[in-house]
């Protein structure tokens, strides 16, 4: 088995949403939502909780399997900051692969996680990030077709499917990432894709979304 640890990153300072993991959501909050199945993973060698806002800390003393890591002001910082400093506390992880779960995705079963871990665990990649397939026209900036390219397909049911990055989790290699302040280099397999659920993949990150995701967990709560 390859050691492996799971981690909650952070933050109060969003940037589309403020406040997002801690505004009411559902007569919770997004990341309560996380960190409930975080702390049921124990097939994990760790479950960490980083940030740096004591607000936020303080939330992992109501999960007992799950510790904190306190990180730099200047990682938690609104905006995008430098790997090096973002990303500064995986050093202090204690495994060899570090299972980065995303908080802002409330429909991820742990099941799914869990079949993660073991895909993980049965293959041999330095990375691997989470996909849900697709049959989407996707056009770059300058128009051109990048997935469907065949003029007599009008429809979105019978070309190949694709790949699209969902964010719900990132599994990386520590040492890789010591080395080179990278997750992976986006040559095939680094990362490796990993399959889940589309409709576990809605990923909060406006406040349309944070309305929309409401309303669908409130209806899937009410209907089980």
């Given at each position: 088995m390859?050691?492996?640890?799971?981690?909650?990153?952070?933050?109060?300072?969003?940037?589309r949403?403020?406040?997002?993991?801690?505004?009411?959501?559902?007569?919770?909050?997004?990341?309560?939502?996380?960190?409930?199945?975080?702390?049921?993973?124990?097939?994990?060698?760790?479950?960490?909780?980083?940030?740096?806002?004591?607000?936020i800390?303080?939330?992992?003393?109501?999960?007992?399997?799950?510790?904190?890591?306190?990180?730099?002001?200047?990682?938690?910082?609104?905006?995008?900051?430098?790997?090096?400093?973002?990303?500064?506390?995986?050093?202090?992880?204690?495994?060899?692969?570090?299972?980065?779960?995303?908080?802002?995705?409330?429909?991820?079963?742990?099941?799914?996680?869990?079949?993660a871990?073991?895909?993980?665990?049965?293959?041999?990649?330095?990375?691997?990030?989470?996909?849900?397939?697709?049959?989407?026209?996707?056009?770059?900036?300058?128009?051109?077709a990048?997935?469907?390219?065949?003029?007599?397909?009008?429809?979105?049911?019978?070309?190949?499917?694709?790949?699209?990055?969902?964010?719900?989790?990132?599994?990386?290699?520590?040492?890789?990432?010591?080395?080179?302040?990278?997750?992976?280099?986006?040559?095939?397999?680094?990362?490796?894709?990993?399959?889940m659920?589309?409709?576990?993949?809605?990923?909060?990150?406006?406040?349309?979304?944070?309305?929309?995701?409401?309303?669908?967990?409130?209806?899937?709560?009410?209907?089980?």
């Amino acid at each position: 088995m390859k050691t492996i640890s799971v981690v909650v990153n952070a933050r109060i300072g969003s940037t589309r949403v403020k406040r997002k993991l801690l505004r009411s959501f559902s007569n919770t909050n997004l990341l309560n939502i996380a960190l409930k199945k975080v702390n049921k993973l124990n097939f994990f060698d760790n479950r960490f909780l980083a940030a740096s806002d004591t607000e936020i800390l303080k939330l992992a003393d109501n999960y007992p399997n799950i510790k904190t890591i306190i990180r730099d002001k200047k990682a938690t910082k609104t905006g995008v900051n430098p790997h090096e400093v973002t990303f500064a506390h995986y050093s202090l992880i204690p495994t060899d692969y570090i299972f980065v779960f995303n908080p802002c995705l409330p429909f991820i079963t742990t099941n799914t996680i869990k079949m993660a871990f073991d895909y993980f665990q049965n293959t041999n990649f330095t990375s691997y990030t989470s996909v849900i397939e697709t049959n989407d026209w996707i056009f770059d900036n300058e128009g051109r077709a990048l997935t469907n390219t065949n003029p007599n397909n009008l429809t979105t049911n019978k070309n190949e499917t694709f790949r699209k990055a969902s964010h719900a989790f990132h599994i990386i290699k520590k040492s890789y990432f010591v080395k080179t302040k990278q997750h992976w280099d986006f040559t095939p397999n680094n990362p490796h894709l990993i399959s889940m659920p589309k409709n576990e993949s809605v990923d909060i990150d406006t406040m349309e979304d944070f309305n929309y995701s409401q309303y669908l967990y409130n209806e899937k709560n009410r209907n089980e």
